[in-house]
C-alpha cells in the first residue's frame, strides 16, 4: 500500500506524467500561486537579468519571472509539467522572454556564471543530493548572484539552519532564512533561503 501511495504522489507531484501529473499541475498552480509570486518578487528580478526557475512546474512563477525579466529560463525534468507551462506561458515565450529545458537542480545544463538569479519554489524536497544541487547552483550564477529558495516547511529535508549551513558550505554569502505564511488557506507555511552567490 505504501508503494502505491509514494507512486501515486510521485506521478502527481514528484515527477508528474500522464493524468495523474496533469492533476498535480492543477493543484499546483492553485496551492503554490502565491508563494511561487512572493518569490518572484523577493527575488526581485531586473529586465536585464538572466533568471533560472528550477522546477517551475505548471509555470506560475515562470510566468511571474518573465514579466520582469526579458532572460528567463526555466529548467523542468517533466515533460508533462513543460507542456503545461508552454502553454501558460505560450505569450512570453513567442516574446523570447523566456524558454523551458529538460534538467534539474543538480543538472542545470547553464554555462558557468551565467545566471544573474536563481529561483525554486517547492521542489527542494525532491532533489536527491542537496549539496550536489546547491554547487551547481553555484556554479551557474555570476558572482553577486541571488539564490531564493522556498519550500513547504512542514516538507524540508532537514531543519531550516541545517539548510543554511549547506548553502553557506556551497560557497554563498549572506544566508539569510525566515519562514512566510502565505495569504491563502490551501497553502501551508513556505520556508525560505535567500544568498549571494560571493
Known amino acids: ?66 514579466e520582469r525579466s526579458a532572460h528567463v529560463v526555466g529548467i523542468e525534468p517533466s515533460e508533462a509539467m513543460r507542456a503545461m507551462a508552454r502553454r501558460r506561458c505560450a505569450p512570453l515565450i513567442a516574446r523570447g522572454r523566456l524558454r523551458l529545458s529538460p534538467g534539474t537542480a543538480a543538472r542545470t545544463g547553464q ?17 536527491p543530493d542537496v549539496p550536489a544541487a546547491l554547487a551547481e547552483l553555484h556554479r551557474v550564477l555570476r558572482p553577486g548572484g541571488r539564490l531564493l529558495i522556498t519550500a513547504h516547511e512542514k516538507l524540508l529535508p532537514t531543519h531550516l539552519p541545517a539548510l543554511a549551513a549547506m548553502v553557506h558550505a556551497a560557497g554563498f554569502g549572506s544566508v539569510r532564512t525566515w519562514t512566510w505564511q502565505p495569504p491563502t488557506r490551501m497553502a501551508p507555511t513556505a520556508a525560505l533561503v535567500s544568498a549571494v552567490r560571493v
Open 1 to 66: 500500500m505504501e508503494s502505491i501511495t509514494r507512486r501515486l504522489l510521485t506521478n502527481c507531484f514528484g515527477r508528474p506524467s500522464g493524468p495523474l501529473g496533469r492533476l498535480g499541475g492543477v493543484l499546483m498552480a492553485l496551492g503554490n500561486a502565491a508563494t511561487e509570486r512572493h518569490a518572484v518578487a523577493l527575488a526581485a528580478p531586473a529586465e536585464q537579468d538572466v533568471v533560472l526557475v528550477i522546477g517551475p512546474g505548471p509555470g506560475v512563477g515562470l510566468a511571474a519571472a518573465a
Open 111 to 127: 554555462p558557468d556564471a551565467s545566471v544573474d538569479v536563481v529561483i525554486s519554489v517547492n521542489n527542494l524536497q525532491l532533489w
